[in-house]
């Protein structure tokens, strides 16, 4: 809470201030925080896994593989969040599982499943990007203003 609303608190205020802080719970942020790397690492080396299968397995290069492979691991979180499996492993491992393609795919999944009782327009297509829709517009803007910045360095032909 700021200085200036603690100051406009009155007495019966202030002291139940104190007595929520001490106690609230202590969260284990240093745990959380390795929880959260250790997970999205593994996460992110299951993708390395599946894109050396592509490459060696089937007819593609190194650079060529990311395709299927972001499209696998985006079919493999749509199917765990519709199993109720990626909820516990996010329960688990908390920001973790917001590595970008599996985060960004169980959450539109998960505004789908939730919204799916209200129908397939209004319900499932008009909730589905209330959270992603912003990663969408992010993406899209930052995209433009960074080709933007490269097509004027290319005609100073810095790059």
């Known amino acids: 809470m700021s200085d200036q609303k603690k100051k406009n608190l009155t007495p019966v205020q202030q002291e139940y201030q104190k007595f929520a802080s001490e106690h609230e719970i202590k969260r284990p ?3 959380n925080c390795i929880r959260a790397f250790f997970i999205g690492g593994l ?7 599946v894109q050396t299968f592509f490459y060696t ?8 593989a990311g395709n299927p ?31 970008p393609v599996t985060g960004f795919a169980n959450s539109v999944a998960s505004a789908a499943i939730e919204h799916r ?17 912003s990663v969408i517009v992010f993406g899209t803007v930052a995209a433009f203003v960074i080709a933007i910045i490269k097509t004027i360095a290319i005609q100073w032909g810095g790059l």
């Open 69 to 99: 492979t972001v499209a696998f691991m985006i079919f493999l979180s749509v199917l765990l969040t519709g199993f109720g499996v990626y909820d516990r492993i996010a329960q688990f491992a908390g920001a973790g599982t917001a590595v």
């Open 117 to 133: 009782t209200e129908g397939y327009v209004l319900g499932v297509g008009g909730n589905m990007f209330k959270l992603a829709g």
């Open 43 to 49: 996460i992110c080396l299951f993708g390395q896994f």
């Open 57 to 64: 397995f089937f007819d593609f290069t190194e650079r060529t």
């Open 29 to 31: 942020w240093f745990k």
